[in-house]
């Protein structure tokens, strides 16, 4: 065991920055746990294997450190999912001021879409987490925004609870529905063998349909148009 030892010793001891054996230093392989690294490894974890995959020992693991040592960083594992939900959702509003206060909407919730839609994760997790700062801006902004454009304080929680729904609603749909197109050429040719019970649908040809951002926009118009207020 003792040459097993010293041949060890002397082909470390011949890579360049290596640490003497003498020094009592371990090589790091990883850098230094951080709240950061920790928020930052989960989202990737999350988007890897979605929320079921998210374990403390998983995380730990690729992290490279042991399990209880993310626990002086963080509470528990819900922690970690409102961290990693609130990462995801950091809003840059584009710069210079604009005067258009439906341009401004549209832009903070096509951008909030296109958010939960690179972390599908993220749609399901929302409703049910605490509101973390990066949310609660984006809100403040949308509240901002309506109430600047004359929606008033009687309508406002209506006004955001409905775009909220409406975005919420979107990504989830989009998220799962994610059909190719030859399942969606099946299934169109079932519901035009089945057109005497559902005439409506399939004449529009819905399964059809995969313009999922065309549909977000237009959708959002509708809405938007409810909320002007009346001149």
Same mark, same amino acid.
């Given at each position: 065991?003792?040459?097993?030892?010293?041949?060890?010793?002397?082909?470390?001891?011949?890579?360049?920055?290596?640490?003497?054996?003498?020094?009592?230093? @371990?090589?790091?392989?990883?850098?230094?746990?951080?709240?950061?690294?920790?928020?930052?490894?989960?989202? @990737?974890?999350?988007?890897? @294997?979605?929320?079921?995959?998210? !374990?403390?020992?998983?995380?730990?693991?690729?992290?490279?450190? $042991?399990?209880? +040592?993310?626990?002086?960083?963080?509470?528990? !594992?819900? !922690?970690?999912?409102?961290?990693?939900?609130? +990462?995801?959702?950091?809003?840059?509003?584009?710069?210079?001021?604009?005067?258009?206060?439906? @341009?401004?909407?549209v832009h903070m919730l096509e951008d909030w879409?296109?958010?939960?839609?690179?972390?599908?994760?993220?749609?399901?997790?929302?409703?049910?987490?605490?509101?973390?700062?990066?949310?609660?801006?984006?809100?403040?902004?949308?509240? !901002?925004?309506?109430?600047?454009?004359?929606?008033?304080?009687?309508?406002?929680?209506?006004?955001?609870?409905?775009?909220?729904?409406?975005?919420?609603?979107?990504?989830?749909?989009?998220?799962?529905?994610?059909?190719?197109?030859?399942?969606?050429?099946?299934?169109?040719?079932?519901?035009?063998?089945?057109?005497?019970?559902?005439?409506?649908?399939?004449? +529009?040809?819905?399964?059809?349909?995969?313009?999922?951002? $065309?549909?977000?926009?237009?959708?959002?118009?509708?809405?938007?148009?409810?909320?002007?207020?009346?001149?």
């Open positions: 065991m003792a040459a097993k030892r010293s041949g060890a010793e002397s082909k470390g001891s011949g890579r360049r920055g290596a640490p003497s054996p003498q020094s009592g230093q @371990e090589p790091r392989s990883e850098p230094p746990l951080s709240l950061e690294r920790i928020v930052a490894t989960a989202v @990737e974890l999350l988007d890897a @294997e979605g929320v079921d995959g998210l !374990k403390m020992r998983r995380l730990a693991d690729r992290l490279g450190a $042991g399990a209880m +040592s993310l626990y002086w960083h963080v509470d528990n !594992k819900e !922690k970690v999912f409102d961290l990693a939900l609130d +990462s995801v959702l950091e809003y840059r509003a584009p710069p210079g001021a604009s005067e258009d206060w439906r @341009e401004d909407i879409r296109a958010s939960m839609l690179r972390h599908p994760w993220s749609a399901s997790l929302l409703p049910r987490r605490a509101l973390g700062p990066n949310i609660l801006i984006r809100l403040e902004l949308l509240s !901002k925004t309506l109430s600047g454009a004359g929606v008033t304080d009687a309508d406002l929680n209506v006004a955001i609870w409905s775009l909220w729904n409406y975005v919420i609603g979107a990504t989830i749909t989009r998220a799962n529905f994610d059909l190719s197109d030859d399942d969606r050429a099946a299934a169109q040719q079932r519901l035009t063998g089945l057109s005497e019970h559902y005439p409506t649908i399939e004449r +529009s040809r819905l399964l059809l349909d995969n313009d999922w951002d $065309g549909a977000f926009r237009k959708g959002l118009d509708f809405l938007l148009d409810g909320l002007a207020p009346r001149q």
